[in-house]
């Protein structure tokens, strides 16, 4: 009897142990998942700049040095 009682009681803690095992599996893939999604809207962001960037340079380069102050001529704010 002594030896089924143990059985019996091993068997309920692995069954816990793996009802918490899967449960951290799917509070890590909707971790995993979440990170995934921010990186796709992270990357169209930094797409989205680029091109700002790239179109802001196209636009310098076509209106030539004109009234451009250089940043390093600049002076900080608080002179």
Request: charged residues 35%; aromatic residues 2%.
């Given at each position: 009897m002594k030896d089924?009682?143990?059985?019996?009681q091993q068997l309920v803690?692995?069954?816990?142990?793996?009802?918490?095992?899967?449960?951290?599996v799917a509070a890590l893939n909707e971790a995993v998942a979440?990170?995934?999604?921010?990186?796709?809207?992270?990357?169209?962001q930094l797409t989205l700049l680029k091109?700002?960037?790239?179109?802001?340079?196209?636009?310098?380069?076509r209106e030539g040095p004109g009234e451009m102050v250089s940043l390093e001529d600049?002076?900080?704010p608080h002179y």
């Open positions: 089924e009682e143990q059985l019996q803690d692995l069954q816990s142990q793996m009802a918490f095992q899967d449960d951290a979440n990170q995934q999604q921010e990186i796709i809207l992270l990357r169209q091109q700002r960037q790239d179109e802001q340079s196209a636009r310098l380069d600049e002076k900080p």
